[in-house]
């Protein structure tokens, strides 16, 4: 009998210590509170990518007997590992493979994947030979581990169909290890909404088998399928995919572990304000190369919108997003406001370099600059002289004839005729690029009447680009908005991040983070978060609700916009990993009692997410301002991590608040999985 209450945790994913996609932040950001359970029993696995390795992991010896004598049954077959810590937050152990060094057992285990369990495998998919050789050295190390320590019971839980080979394996060579396979998005639900399908509902009567062969992703769906079934317990990160997976992989989700981050929270409300001032700044600085010279308008009297993401056009919501600034733009000069909204559209696509425009603009700015800093300096030293002299320094004195010709020179250098460019690169097929021809559609030219002007940014931003020259996080920080209208979001970063950040954002019913906030916040547009219902409303009747959103929050003053982002920031305690990793506990609980039952004294195992007898408290509407979200006793820790904030404890004056009114929480049974029908998009 294997010890349960301090078990062995091994987590296996292809983005550990190798940056893909959101996986890597999930698992990166998760280390900390797994590090402060388990201490050094936690293990992460996935392959060896020799170029972020190098620089993220230090290479140590194994302490640990039974890992050490099961990677070295690995590595006498002439198979390279990596053991060492993964210099992040944590510094948790790693263990990575040298998938090319393993290729030579390729063949001989795509057949036994065939025979033991019916998983067919394509010659040339790269990336489904990797998995394979992945899952058959994770199988292979959990174990030896099992044979060489029979004292610990061990988990293993597996991340996405790339690491799902193992989950498969662990189940057919009756590994005694206990398994949970997470899925953040099924493949063929990507597949599906990528496409024009009435996705949600039709997600009944998909016959999946047929919709992934069309697609060429069988044989994956096939690998994504089994690690459902194989496994001790399946999690999705949020409800809205746990509706999708039951249908598409034909099994219902044991629990739902949505994403967290690791939350800074600042000393002072202001230090969060402050670095917004900042980061606007530069971007003020931007766009003023960006526009001015073309024409001018009033940049303290400017709103920043932006979408950001993967380069998914109907996924994402860009084409929602595009058609409601449109409407925005129309509703904005129709009541003559004075505000101008610079709606960025970041997403990666394939481009040859920056546009001539782009970087000249940029470049007359930083010119001009420099001139004004060089006059300055020397105006400065003519009145230092003349103050020496006891002389009243006057304005025609203070500016020489050279100095007057260089300003000359470079305001005029400014005046351009053109229009300012819509996108900030030369893309490779750019009349075939969905983004700008919906730009043209709908006459987003950044015209000088328009209210709206938009900016397409075809590359993730760094620190080191030649326009922008911010970090996502810092630009982030300097807008006033983040518009995520997706259509497909098994969870959602972006607003998440937006939201500890500081920023309000708008998201959608159809996205985990969106059901989320809805299921546990009365009106969360109070606090910030703005949804869009893309369930049971039409295409247009959601596109006009977005734009009311926009159009709302452009009438705010500043004032209210500064308390908002007040609100918004105070929720971030809601996605911080201590609450969060609360059902990542419970998963794992879950796995042990249904691998070791014999174990536990009782019989009782973790419920379902979906009970419908549960109830969950949900953060009521903020009744000062700026709201302070407050709560009272008696926390729960089920429902998603006891989802209610508790920066304040009960009992305790807020120092914030200019009363002592504490709100009123809210019980509300869980939403049901399933939802009424969904509007076709």
Not at 19 to 40: A, L, M, N, R, S
Not at 86 to 106: E, H, Q, T
Not at 634 to 653: C, F, M, N, Q, R
């Amino acid at each position: 009998m294997r010890d349960v209450s301090q078990p062995l945790l091994f987590e296996t994913s292809w983005e550990v210590a190798n940056k893909v996609g959101g996986i890597y932040t999930v698992i990166k950001t998760k280390v900390p509170v797994t590090v402060q359970e388990y201490g050094d029993r936690y293990h992460l696995t996935g392959p060896w990518n020799r170029f972020s390795a190098h620089v993220e992991v230090e290479e140590i010896e194994p302490e640990n007997p039974a890992i050490k004598a099961a990677i070295d049954s690995i590595t006498a077959q002439g198979i390279q590992v990596l053991y060492g810590r993964w210099l992040i937050d944590g510094a948790p152990r790693v263990i990575l493979y040298d998938i090319g060094s393993a290729a030579y057992k390729l063949d001989e285990w795509k057949g036994d994947l065939w025979r033991v369990a019916g998983i067919p495998s394509p010659p040339n998919d790269t990336e489904t030979n990797d998995s394979i050789i992945m899952g058959y050295l994770n199988a292979w190390l959990f174990d030896e581990v099992a044979k060489h320590d029979t004292e610990h019971a061990i988990i293993a839980q597996f991340h996405e169909w790339q690491a799902g080979i193992g989950a498969v394996l662990c189940n057919k060579r009756k590994i005694d290890v206990a398994t949970i396979f997470t899925t953040h998005a099924t493949l063929l639900g990507r597949y599906l909404c990528a496409g024009n399908v009435d996705f949600y509902n039709h997600l009944k009567y998909f016959n999946v088998d047929e919709e992934a062969g069309k697609r060429g992703i069988y044989h994956r769906y096939c690998i994504e399928r089994a690690a459902t079934h194989c496994v001790d317990v399946f999690t999705t990160v949020s409800n809205i995919t746990a509706y999708e997976a039951e249908y598409l992989l034909k099994r219902k989700p044991d629990g739902v572990v949505p994403n967290g981050l690791n939350v800074v929270k600042f000393s002072a409300m202001h230090e969060f304000q402050n670095l917004h001032q900042v980061a606007k700044e530069r971007i003020n600085h931007f766009v003023r190369g960006h526009f001015y010279g073309h024409y001018n308008f009033d940049i303290d009297n400017t709103l920043y919108f932006f979408t950001a993401g993967r380069y998914e056009y109907r996924n994402k919501g860009i084409d929602m997003y595009i058609e409601s600034l449109a409407r925005l733009n129309g509703r904005l000069k129709a009541c003559n406001s004075p505000i101008t909204v610079v709606a960025f559209i970041i997403a990666p696509a394939k481009v040859n370099s920056f546009t001539v425009e782009t970087l000249k603009g940029q470049a007359l700015i930083k010119q001009l600059e420099d001139t004004v800093e060089e006059v300055s300096s020397r105006v400065g030293k003519r009145i230092f002289e003349m103050a020496l002299r006891g002389k009243e320094p006057r304005v025609e004195d203070l500016l020489t004839d050279q100095d007057k010709i260089l300003l000359k020179r470079r305001v005029f250098s400014l005046k351009r005729d053109s229009l300012p460019p819509i996108v900030t690169h030369n893309m490779v097929s750019d009349h075939e690029d969905p983004v700008l021809n919906q730009l043209r559609s709908t006459h987003m030219f950044n015209n000088e009447d328009d209210r709206v002007k938009v900016i397409f940014h075809p590359e993730f931003l760094n620190a080191n680009n030649p326009v922008i020259g911010l970090d996502y996080e810092e630009f982030i920080r300097g807008t006033h908005l983040g518009v995520f209208p997706s259509y497909y979001e098994p969870w959602g970063y972006t607003p998440a991040e937006c939201t500890v950040m500081g920023v309000p954002s708008i998201t959608t019913n159809l996205s985990g983070f969106g059901c989320f906030m809805e299921d546990n916040i009365v009106n969360p547009q109070d606090y910030g978060i703005y949804i869009v219902d893309r369930r049971l409303k039409s295409p247009e009747e959601s596109m006009e609700q977005l734009a009311s959103y926009m159009f709302d929050f452009c009438q705010k003053t500043r004032r209210q916009r500064i308390n908002q982002r007040n609100r918004t920031e105070r929720l971030s305690d809601i996605l911080d990993w201590k609450r969060m990793g609360v059902e990542y506990m419970k998963a794992r609980q879950c796995a042990l009692r249904r691998c070791y039952p014999d174990s536990f004294d009782d019989a009782g195992v973790f419920g379902s997410a979906y009970d419908e007898d549960d109830e969950h408290e949900k953060l009521s509407r903020p009744q000062s301002i700026p709201g302070t979200p407050l709560i009272g006793a008696d926390l729960s820790t089920y429902d998603l991590a006891a989802l209610s904030i508790s920066a304040e404890l009960p009992g305790v004056k807020n120092q914030d608040d200019d009363h002592d009114l504490r709100p009123p929480i809210q019980l509300k049974m869980k939403t049901p999985l399933m939802t009424p029908t969904i509007q076709t998009p």
